[in-house]
């Protein structure tokens, strides 16, 4: 099983739907979202999707500490999208 990552920073809730989408895989798929999700509808569905498939969501609010914990899922991982 591969170990994939989609970061999330520009388009959040396409990052979102993509980390679903590759669920279908059957791969190990986590999210590392830079900065706060919106509230908005679309993000709101893909989150819910997410946590009832238990694909781990890490929202990283302190921008100090975004270099060490991107790099962390980045070791951790095989294949990385970044969106």
Known sequence: MKRILVIAKN??????????GLTLLHEGVRVAAIGELPDDPAVAEQRELLDFIDVPVDVITDPAAVPARLADALLQSEVVYAL
């Open 11 to 20: 388009n959040p809730a396409e990052a979102l739907r993509v980390a679903a």
